[in-house]
């Protein structure tokens, strides 16, 4: 007995590809979806990644107080997420090189920089030599895996 038949898999797929990257990467609505309800879980789902980035960076989602769920949306938009941590130091660049990183923020980028190694792309590997970085007004020194802050960012 036979079920009831619906699109070839290769077409069904392609449907739900089309979906997801409208729902996480900013894509074109696919056709034959309402547009209001795929704009609720889409805005749902930068919450929650939000949320997530929050858990991993919360001295940058701190220093943007209110604003930083609507920072954040507003940033990962039209971005497939890499994972929290990989999206928050994302952010944070992005907001450096904007000169709009805040204090809290610039401190724990500072942190984690001198820590791992992140190019943007690869996954972050942990330092194992001494390491400074510097971030808008905040060093961080790495020495045998400890960091101090030797200068906080100016609040």
Same mark, same amino acid.
């Given at each position: 007995?036979?079920?009831?038949?619906?699109?070839?898999? /290769?077409?069904? #797929?392609?449907?739900?590809?089309?979906?997801?990257? #409208?729902?996480?990467?900013?894509?074109?609505?696919?056709?034959?979806?309402?547009?209001?309800? !795929?704009?609720?879980?889409?805005?749902?789902? @930068?919450?929650?990644?939000?949320?997530?980035?929050?858990?991993?960076?919360?001295?940058? #989602?701190?220093? @943007?107080?209110? &604003?930083?769920?609507?920072?954040?949306?507003?940033? /990962?938009?039209?971005?497939?997420?890499?994972?929290? @941590?990989? &999206?928050?130091?994302?952010?944070?660049?992005?907001?450096?090189?904007?000169?709009?990183?805040?204090?809290?923020?610039?401190?724990?980028?500072?942190?984690?920089?001198?820590?791992?190694?992140?190019?943007?792309?690869?996954?972050?590997?942990?330092?194992?030599?001494?390491?400074? #970085?510097?971030?808008?007004?905040?060093?961080? !020194?790495? !020495?045998?895996?400890?960091?101090?802050?030797?200068?906080?960012?100016?609040?």
């Amino acid at each position: 007995m036979t079920g009831p038949t619906g699109p070839p898999p /290769a077409t069904l #797929a392609a449907r739900q590809a089309e979906l997801v990257a #409208a729902l996480v990467a900013g894509g074109p609505l696919p056709p034959g979806f309402a547009p209001a309800p !795929v704009a609720a879980a889409r805005r749902a789902l @930068l919450r929650k990644r939000a949320g997530d980035v929050a858990r991993h960076w919360p001295l940058l #989602a701190a220093g @943007l107080g209110p &604003d930083w769920t609507a920072t954040f949306a507003g940033w /990962a938009a039209d971005r497939p997420t890499n994972g929290s @941590l990989r &999206d928050g130091w994302d952010l944070a660049r992005y907001l450096r090189d904007r000169g709009s990183l805040p204090p809290l923020g610039a401190e724990e980028l500072a942190t984690r920089d001198a820590t791992a190694r992140y190019d943007g792309h690869a996954a972050p590997r942990p330092r194992r030599l001494p390491a400074v #970085a510097r971030t808008g007004g905040a060093v961080a !020194v790495q !020495v045998a895996g400890r960091v101090r802050l030797l200068r906080p960012a100016d609040r």
